[in-house]
């Protein structure tokens, strides 16, 4: 009796284990806690209002105004990270939703996301978590580290259902 209750359970015990391997390695339920590099203050958070951090911020220049977005660029004192550029939405009191972190060099930006996000967890060469509650998706491209948060009525928002 022993031998045919494992022999009738062992095939699906071997595919519920696949299911949730492939599931574990979208990552996309995955939590992370410290996501960022130092170099991106604490005062700043995705969804925070583009007038909230133009007061924070004063510094900020304004690179950029387009129908579906606007660009802020901040300057950074550090040896690392030449500057930050902000994306804010023009719908919905204009949430921050994308923060492109421009390192010095492209060597740096990979090891820099090596060290923040782990190895790539998506496509083996994105990062796909949960961050306070929100889906955050992360890349590197040339120098840079690009970080976007699920924010409902911005660009990268029907991505989401997309994949």
Known sequence: MKTALRTKTAPVLFILMIVLGSLSAVGQNEKIRKPFPPEIS?????????????????EAKLENEESFRTVYSLAIGSKDVENLVLYF??????????????FNSESLAVSRAAELLGRANFNDEEWRYTYKKK???CWVYKSKIVYVARTPGTEWDTEWDDQ
């Open 42 to 58: 604490k005062k700043i958070k995705f969804g925070m209002s583009k007038s909230n951090f133009a007061d924070r911020f004063p």
């Open 89 to 102: 939405g023009n719908e919905n009191n204009n949430p921050l939703y994308e923060i492109i972190v421009n």
């Open 135 to 137: 889906p955050l998706w």
